[in-house]
């Protein structure tokens, strides 16, 4: 019985039969999608600040997706003249846009499944209905150095994606829907719960199933859009902001929110087949890149600055090694040097669909800060991930439906005359397949 179920789980992305291996423990094979994190670069007008101390502009977007530099470069430099990325969005391109056009497919993968193929599975063996759960993850970094407009990106991805969730949990009207959040920050390599502050550091923990994960993390139920943007309202308060000689509000911390939305079909009974998709979405704002020569920080602000540079430094580290080709040949993948890197793992060359969106100036003054941007996010498109659904039975379940089975029949046959005909049993097994029959691939 195990071995017919086990080989009935080996559905892929692709809905092919992934195999005979089938389970390990309580998870089910499935088929890898190996795709390219999706690289854009927006870059920004120049501040009041530049226009004051009238700087030039050295970058220009010559198409969609290329960017160049606009004066000559010598004879043997080494760098390029043009840089190219799937998207690239001038100083006119509205944020809406740059989500779009940027993360929309990104963020919605999440919700509907890889490439928007959302797939229901359930077994029926021996008229046992078992529950199978869908895990799929995306996520979307902001990436540039300090005041490039990061921290004003992301918000807006964030509120134009929050409006796809709801919007598309109101035209899948079959679904119920639970929406949860969590937010944290990494302040000088300490990570702290920004829905719960005073709760202190909070340390990373290695979970054989679900990887690194944030201890003791505060995760709160949404009650719908308003509660949502009130919470989300409420993380960016709590983050740790700072002025500094390029920034007046300089985002002194790098800030990670992650949605998970959990659906199931509407109506369902205890004991009735169904299939849940549990899915998260995270938001990575960032901190910038920062030099205390253009900064003039000194005491905190030097301190934060030296952390934010080391993680940053890590993080470039990571994506250096993954853009070499498989992870055998890159060597060791230092994603333990930094907290930010170790959470955010399976983002990078992981089990996710990723977006980065890298901002940049175009003043002259920032010039290799902004090459230094361009020759990252060049890294970061030769990024493959493996974005997969799992298929996950859950062994507790499974065991709770036979016991369920067993004693009826066992009560059953002490009352012979209280069990259905084989006829009506029949007919009542058909009428169950029939009201599962909308949620089977």
Same mark, same amino acid.
């Given at each position: 019985?195990?071995?017919?179920?086990?080989?009935?789980?080996?559905?892929?992305?692709?809905?092919?039969?992934?195999?005979?291996?089938?389970?390990?423990?309580?998870?089910?094979?499935?088929?890898?999608?190996?795709?390219?994190?999706?690289?854009?670069?927006?870059?920004?007008?120049?501040?009041?600040?530049?226009?004051?101390?009238?700087?030039?502009?050295?970058?220009?977007?010559?198409?969609?997706?290329?960017?160049?530099?606009?004066?000559?470069?010598?004879?043997?430099?080494?760098?390029?003249?043009?840089?190219?990325?799937?998207?690239?969005?001038?100083?006119?391109?509205?944020?809406?846009?740059?989500?779009?056009?940027?993360?929309?497919?990104?963020?919605?993968?999440?919700?509907?499944?890889?490439?928007?193929?959302?797939?229901?599975?359930?077994?029926?063996?021996?008229?046992?209905?078992?529950?199978?759960?869908?895990?799929?993850?995306?996520?979307?970094?902001?990436?540039?150095?300090?005041?490039?407009?990061?921290?004003?990106?992301?918000?807006?991805?964030?509120?134009?994606?929050?409006?796809?969730?709801?919007?598309?949990?109101?035209?899948?009207?079959?679904?119920?829907?639970?929406?949860?959040?969590?937010?944290?920050?990494?302040?000088?390599?300490?990570?702290?719960?920004? %829905?719960?502050? #005073? !709760?202190? /550091?909070?340390?990373? +923990? *290695?979970?054989?199933?679900?990887?690194?994960?944030?201890?003791? @993390?505060?995760?709160?139920?949404?009650?719908?859009?308003?509660?949502?943007?009130?919470?989300?309202?409420?993380?960016?308060?709590?983050?740790?902001?700072?002025?500094?000689?390029?920034?007046?509000?300089?985002?002194?911390?790098?800030?990670?929110?992650? %949605?998970?939305? #959990? !659906?199931? /079909?509407?109506?369902? +009974? *205890?004991?009735?087949?169904?299939?849940?998709?549990?899915?998260? @979405?995270?938001?990575?704002?960032?901190?910038?890149?920062?030099?205390?020569?253009?900064?003039?920080?000194?005491?905190?602000?030097?301190?934060?600055?030296?952390?934010?540079?080391?993680?940053?430094?890590?993080?470039?580290?990571?994506?250096?090694?993954?853009?070499?080709?498989?992870?055998?040949?890159?060597?060791?993948?230092?994603?333990?040097?930094?907290?930010?890197?170790?959470?955010?793992?399976?983002?990078?060359?992981?089990?996710?669909?990723?977006?980065?969106?890298?901002?940049?100036?175009?003043?002259?003054?920032?010039?290799?800060?902004?090459?230094?941007?361009?020759?990252?996010?060049?890294?970061?498109?030769?990024?493959?991930?493996?974005?997969?659904?799992?298929?996950?039975?859950?062994?507790?379940?499974?065991?709770?439906?036979?016991?369920?089975?067993?004693?009826?029949?066992?009560?059953?046959?002490?009352?012979?005359?209280?069990?259905?005909?084989?006829?009506?049993?029949?007919?009542?097994?058909?009428?169950?397949?029939?009201?599962?029959?909308?949620?089977?691939?």
């Amino acid at each position: 019985m195990t071995t017919s179920m086990e080989r009935a789980a080996g559905f892929g992305v692709g809905g092919g039969m992934v195999g005979e291996g089938g389970l390990s423990e309580d998870r089910a094979k499935a088929r890898d999608r190996e795709e390219k994190i999706y690289v854009t670069v927006r870059l920004r007008p120049l501040s009041s600040k530049e226009v004051a101390n009238r700087e030039t502009t050295d970058w220009e977007c010559t198409n969609k997706q290329t960017i160049t530099f606009k004066h000559p470069l010598p004879e043997r430099s080494p760098y390029p003249s043009s840089y190219t990325f799937d998207r690239v969005f001038g100083p006119d391109c509205p944020t809406k846009q740059v989500y779009n056009d940027g993360a929309k497919q990104v963020a919605l993968s999440a919700l509907t499944g890889i490439n928007y193929s959302e797939r229901s599975l359930c077994f029926i063996y021996l008229f046992i209905i078992v529950p199978v759960f869908n895990n799929l993850a995306a996520t979307i970094f902001a990436y540039g150095q300090t005041s490039s407009g990061k921290t004003y990106t992301m918000r807006g991805i964030v509120e134009s994606a929050t409006i796809d969730v709801y919007s598309h949990i109101q035209k899948t009207g079959e679904r119920e829907f639970v929406l949860k959040i969590s937010g944290l920050e990494i302040y000088n390599e300490v990570v702290k719960d920004l %829905l719960n502050p #005073e !709760s202190g /550091p909070l340390r990373l +923990l *290695d979970d054989p199933d679900r990887g690194t994960v944030v201890e003791r @993390l505060k995760e709160e139920i949404v009650r719908d859009y308003d509660h949502l943007q009130q919470i989300i309202r409420s993380c960016e308060a709590q983050r740790q902001v700072g002025e500094t000689m390029l920034n007046d509000t300089s985002s002194r911390s790098h800030q990670i929110i992650r %949605l998970t939305v #959990e !659906s199931y /079909p509407r109506g369902v +009974l *205890d004991g009735s087949p169904f299939k849940s998709l549990i899915a998260s @979405l995270n938001f990575v704002d960032l901190a910038g890149s920062e030099r205390a020569s253009q900064t003039l920080s000194e005491g905190s602000r030097l301190k934060e600055g030296c952390h934010i540079n080391r993680s940053l430094l890590t993080l470039s580290s990571v994506i250096r090694k993954l853009s070499g080709g498989s992870k055998s040949k890159s060597g060791h993948i230092p994603y333990r040097d930094s907290k930010l890197t170790r959470i955010l793992q399976h983002s990078l060359g992981g089990n996710a669909r990723t977006a980065i969106i890298c901002t940049m100036s175009p003043a002259h003054v920032h010039v290799e800060q902004s090459r230094n941007t361009l020759f990252f996010a060049t890294r970061a498109k030769e990024v493959t991930n493996s974005a997969r659904v799992n298929l996950v039975v859950s062994d507790k379940v499974l065991v709770k439906q036979l016991q369920k089975e067993v004693a009826r029949l066992e009560a059953e046959l002490r009352v012979p005359e209280a069990s259905l005909s084989s006829e009506a049993l029949l007919q009542e097994k058909e009428l169950q397949i029939q009201k599962v029959h909308p949620h089977i691939l």
